[in-house]
């Protein structure tokens, strides 16, 4: 998921559509990373110009319990503050799967590999001191 190819998307920001790509998302946004170019959302850029953003937490949600995905990998950086956490926890329904804990900075950005397999639900929060605004790009999921 390159997030270059949002139905209508404004030229600078605007939310993620809640359906987009077959999942279910709440609480990014995305925007328009050469508008940033001294943050991390500019770093975070693997390719087009659009990259998702959120701030504090994000949740990708299967459309149907039955359906089950896999979080391969993704690239992330914190936006403004360096040695911000990042918490992604893998869920199965409400069991928790995989949890993992990565320290991002502005630059560079972390291109982190997961293969976790059978997931319905990712949920990641951010924490630290500063902004806890993180960019995410090029994020693998397979069906």
Request: net charge negative.
């Amino acid at each position: 998921v390159t997030f270059d190819d949002i139905p209508n998307a404004d030229m600078f920001q605007g939310p993620i559509p809640s359906n987009y790509v077959g999942l279910n998302w709440a609480s990014p946004l995305y925007l328009n990373t050469s508008v940033y170019p001294n943050s991390g959302y500019y770093y975070v850029c693997g390719s087009g110009v659009y990259a998702i953003w959120f701030d504090t937490t994000l949740t990708i949600k299967t459309l149907s319990e039955t359906n089950t995905i896999s979080l391969n990998s993704c690239r992330m950086a914190a936006a403004w503050s360096n040695s911000t956490n990042l918490t992604i926890t893998g869920y199965y329904s409400d069991t928790e799967l995989y949890t993992i804990t990565v320290l991002l900075n502005t630059y560079p950005a972390v291109s982190q590999i997961f293969n976790w397999p059978g997931l319905t639900k990712i949920f990641m929060q951010s924490s630290g001191s500063g902004s806890l605004h993180i960019g995410l790009d090029n994020l693998c999921i397979t069906f």
